[in-house]
């Protein structure tokens, strides 16, 4: 049972435009998420978090949207640069209740110079 | 502030064979983590430490997998014997609390089981 959805395995965006990442999930008890970065041979990078709280959370050009009703987040970046070209993978917890994260399969990014 | 540093990068051995992974997280950290991230696949949650206690280990296949963290700082991941199905990479994280609000990984070492 996949708690965590990353629906595209893949998305290519040209350089300077916007990047949007999707990611769904099944557990109402997630109350915080999280969006890492990964370059091959390295492990995840943490990017950017958002509370269940908020259905907003912006650091520079990275934006995380929730939408709790339809336990939906996405990760915006604009503009995308040939640097974010990477694996990206949402994370979700209920941290409230003790319990650990549950990662997506990830989406792999490609932005064209 | 150094991060978590991992060893071997790459382990190649084959089935039946034991391997042994070393993880020494970021100072102060008093929880780690060890994550199986098989191919095409998000990090799946194999054992979380809080100092030298287990908190979590219910997805830790208990018949060939052991970890330890003996002085609360360092800790190892064993696999005795190895399947070709543990062939992925395996992650340590760190984090300064149990509940974390971040992971902070270390690179990984690849193992592949021949």
């Known amino acids: 049972d996949q708690q965590v959805k990353q629906n595209s395995p893949s998305l290519s965006v040209q350089e300077g435009r916007i990047s949007i990442l999707n990611c769904d999930y099944t557990?109402?008890?997630?109350?915080?998420f999280l969006w890492y970065k990964k370059y091959p041979a390295e492990g995840p990078t943490f990017l950017i978090s958002?509370?269940?709280?908020?259905d907003k959370n912006e650091d520079g050009r990275f934006t995380v949207f929730l939408n709790k009703s339809a336990k939906h987040l996405s990760l915006h970046i604009v503009p995308s640069q040939p640097g974010d070209s990477a694996v990206y993978f949402c994370?979700?917890?209920?941290?409230?209740?003790?319990?650990?994260?549950?990662f997506g399969p990830g989406t792999r990014l490609s932005v064209l110079p | 502030e150094a991060g978590v540093a991992q060893s071997p990068r790459y382990k190649i051995i084959e089935k039946r064979q034991s391997v042994a992974f070393w993880c020494n997280p970021i100072s102060g950290h008093a929880t780690l983590y060890w994550y199986q991230q098989i191919l095409g696949q998000g990090p799946k949650l194999l054992i979380q430490f809080q100092n030298n206690g287990v908190v979590d280990d219910s997805q830790l296949p208990k018949d060939r997998f052991s970890a330890e963290r003996l002085k609360g700082v360092d800790s190892t991941l064993k696999i005795q014997p190895a399947k070709l199905e543990d062939s992925a990479v395996y992650l340590c994280?760190?984090?300064?609390?149990?509940?974390?609000?971040?992971?902070?990984f270390g690179s990984g070492t690849q193992l592949s089981v021949l």
């Open positions: 994280a760190s984090s300064p609390t149990g509940q974390a609000k971040a992971l902070f």
């Open positions: 958002i509370s269940s709280i908020k």
């Open positions: 557990n109402s008890m997630f109350d915080y």
């Open positions: 994370a979700a917890s209920a941290v409230n209740y003790g319990q650990n994260f549950v």
